[in-house]
């Protein structure tokens, strides 16, 4: 797929999907590409464009936090006039987001608030896009479209929806080129490792219990990153400023279920017994109980099919992590905060 853009700015480029739109955009367009992020670079292990490759010629990283370096964050920008600017950029865990909550509000809407006003009258930006979540819908059943009432159960979606807010608003305002996406539960190789695929995998490795919180019953469905960068690249291209973009797989392959059935399902094509592998503990608090998004507006509009199914895209991490286990055992395994 050939982009019409040809400078990409990609903010939280060290992050699972951010990181691996990069190696994406990379391998299918021409366009030059620099990313952002608060952190150095991680392990090339958990960063697609660098794993098993060398450093790209076309991609420059840059090391500056949203937060606290809007001015030289900025003064980049105008540097390189990115004709688009995806932002992955956020504090996106659910559970530690009842902890912090002001944290998650500084980076998920006031950071953006500030952000985006620097940029509204850049006459070099023809495409925002918002990577934003399903979580602000709440817990809302299946078959979600667009136009979907928003409900948030917890401080991570609030501060998703204020951030999305500010954004339309502009939009309405001064026609700032955004368009929004909301993605199902995102997993392939590379994903941070605390997630609940990589985590199952490598607790039955180690011979831990997998917790099941409220037994495992939350609904969810699932969509492969390659799936999912593939679709972004297709917003970019032929999406419409102000709207918002469903990518999910709700082929019979791919039905939402619970996450004891995903769980099972790993366990059963690992070869381990569910029942002795797992221990149910209280849920979390805010817990959305069941989403699954109707895709079929960027379907019909775009052309975009998911093609990797479940299954197919568990065992590919399953192969990535037994292929990297020595490197992968020796990094953390659950969420690490970052101020």
């Known amino acids: 797929m050939e982009i019409r853009f040809k400078r990409i700015a990609v903010l939280g480029s060290n992050s699972f999907t951010g ?18 992020s608060r952190s150095a670079e991680y392990d090339p292990i958990f960063l697609p464009y660098l794993y098993k490759k060398e450093r790209p010629k076309r991609f420059e990283f840059y090391k500056l936090d949203l937060n606290n ?7 980049l920008l105008d540097k390189f006039k990115p ?31 500030k952000f985006s006003n620097a940029l509204k009258d850049k006459e070099y930006l023809r495409r925002y896009v918002s990577i934003s979540t399903p979580e602000v819908y709440g817990s809302a059943g299946k078959n979600i479209a667009e136009n979907f009432s928003f409900r948030p159960s917890t401080p991570y979606a609030a501060s998703k929806l204020a ?7 502009l939009f309405k305002k001064d026609n700032f080129p955004v368009v929004f996406t909301r993605s199902s539960n995102v997993y392939g190789m590379h994903q941070q490792l605390y997630r609940i695929i990589p985590r199952t ?33 297709r917003i970019i291209n032929g999406g419409k400023n102000g709207d918002v973009y469903h990518i999910s797989d709700t082929s019979k392959q791919n039905e939402a279920f619970s996450i004891k059935e995903l769980v099972n399902m790993i366990c059963g094509m690992m070869g381990y017994n569910f029942e002795k592998s797992v ?10 109980y069941a989403y699954s998004l ?5 379907r019909k509009e775009l052309g975009c099919n998911p093609t990797i199914s479940i299954r197919e895209g568990i065992k590919e991490t399953i192969n990535w992590i037994e292929e990297n286990w020595e490197r992968i055992k020796e990094q953390p395994l659950e969420y690490v905060h970052k101020n």
């Open 294 to 298: 109707d895709s079929s507006k960027i």
């Open 19 to 36: 990181s691996s739109f990069i190696n994406y955009a990379l391998e299918k367009t021409g366009a030059e590409i620099i990313g952002i």
């Open 83 to 113: 004709e688009v600017i995806v932002n992955y950029a956020a504090q996106g865990e659910v559970r530690n987001s009842w902890k912090w909550p002001e944290q998650w509000f500084m980076t998920n809407c006031v950071a953006i608030v």
């Open 201 to 233: 995998i490598i607790y039955l490795k180690l011979g831990k219990k997998i917790e099941l919180h409220g037994g495992g019953k939350s609904i969810r469905s699932f969509v492969h990153v390659k799936d999912v960068v593939d679709a972004t690249l």
């Open 279 to 288: 221990k149910i503990t209280k849920e979390n608090f805010g817990q959305d």
């Open 163 to 169: 951030g999305d807010l500010f954004l339309m608003s």
């Open 69 to 75: 370096e809007l001015g030289p964050i900025i003064k």
